[in-house]
């Protein structure tokens, strides 16, 4: 399969289903001889912005080298899925007009519906406060206010937000038609 070089950066809630969607899109794509790289945010944290906490300065910072690193790759043809929180919107933005080529998708699911498929228990974890600063409970989530693709993981299957996100980037170009 023909392609350009995009990022796709999916957004939201911890528990909202974004390395769900992001894994299942890359095996669609790999199976079609798309290159690709997966940037997760809970492994970037471990690799390339160890040391950072969870300050919004430190938050900026890591979003901010995930998209550093999804710019090289975009530009030398290499869709990148990016699965990561990245609460801010104007950091979100900040990348959107640096990269250029750049695909939001809100991962979209109520607070309620992630915390109960928090098998982490990160969420209860923060409601006693052992988690300070955690993105939903005690620090702010700024969803996307005109994501290019908004995928309700409450209310789809994942195939279908799979789906959306696959016809998406062919209507923007970024792969030919199946």
């Given at each position: 399969m023909k392609h350009r070089g995009v990022t796709v950066w999916f957004t939201g809630l911890s528990g909202a289903g974004k390395t769900t969607i992001t894994k299942a899109v890359a095996?669609?794509?790999?199976?079609?001889?798309?290159?690709?790289?997966?940037?997760?945010?809970?492994?970037?944290?471990?690799?390339?912005?160890?040391?950072?906490?969870?300050?919004?300065?430190?938050?900026?910072?890591?979003?901010?080298?995930?998209?550093?690193?999804?710019?090289?790759?975009?530009?030398?043809?290499?869709i990148v899925l990016v699965s990561a929180i990245s609460p801010y919107r104007a950091v979100r933005e900040e990348l959107k007009e640096k990269i250029g080529d750049f695909v939001e998708v809100f991962v979209n699911a109520p607070l309620n519906v992630c915390e109960d498929r928090d098998v982490k228990g990160l969420y209860k974890k923060a409601r006693t406060g052992e988690i300070p600063q955690f993105t939903g409970v005690s620090d702010p989530y700024e969803p996307p206010t005109n994501p290019t693709l908004e995928c309700r993981t409450d209310l789809e299957e994942e195939e279908e937000s799979v789906t959306k996100v696959l016809k998406t980037l062919e209507e923007l170009g970024y792969l030919d038609p199946a």
């Open positions: 095996e669609k794509l790999t199976s079609q001889g798309c290159k690709l790289e997966i940037l997760d945010g809970d492994i970037v944290r471990e690799n390339l912005t160890k040391g950072l906490g969870f300050s919004k300065e430190d938050r900026d910072i890591n979003v901010r080298r995930i998209g550093f690193v999804s710019h090289l790759l975009t530009r030398n043809g290499v």
